[in-house]
């Protein structure tokens, strides 16, 4: 019998993993990231929606790993291989990173779109992740879905349509 897919919802500062036939979409891509690591060959993927690009912005006590990059990208491998994906065939994809708002002063605290990005390619450089496709930056939100069997992202940006990575 034919299991029908199912598309697994990742939330603002969440992570999850799928294998095929589902599907793994999440929402409301502004300023986050959609950071997606995957096996081609297991049909295994995982998705972060990365909203800070440092864990030391954190307050205190435990914090979420999958609200920042330096600590989601990790926790995403760890939780993939656990699952049996294989580290030497781990490909990553991302998108978001918008600049949601327009700031007369040049403050770099304000660039979290940017920060985010180049937060998430800086880990994925020091764990040998290569990035198989982004769709970054620009002023627009994204909502992204990821398949596991075909390694295909469909992205939907606001007011430019559909395209895939």
């Given at each position: ?45 995982g ?97 992204i ?21």
């Amino acid at each position: 019998m034919l299991k029908t897919a199912e598309i697994i919802k990742v939330g603002i500062a969440d992570m999850n993993i799928v294998k095929s036939p589902d599907l793994i979409r999440t929402t409301g891509l502004g300023s986050c990231v959609g950071v997606v690591l995957y096996d081609l060959a297991r049909e295994l993927a995982g998705m972060a929606h990365v909203m800070l690009p440092d864990s030391s912005l954190a307050r205190s006590g435990p914090i979420n790993k999958a609200k920042y990059a330096d600590t989601a990208v990790k926790e995403l491998l760890a939780v993939l291989l656990t699952q049996g994906a294989q580290y030497s065939r781990i490909k990553a994809k991302l998108a978001g990173g918008a600049q949601m708002f327009q700031f007369t002063a040049s403050n770099d605290m304000m660039r979290i779109g940017p920060r985010n990005v180049d937060s998430i390619v800086s880990e994925l450089k020091g764990l040998r992740i290569p990035i198989a496709g982004q769709d970054v930056g620009g002023s627009s939100g994204r909502t992204i879905e990821f398949n596991p069997k075909t390694g295909l992202m469909q992205i939907r940006t606001v007011n430019k349509g559909n395209s895939e990575l």
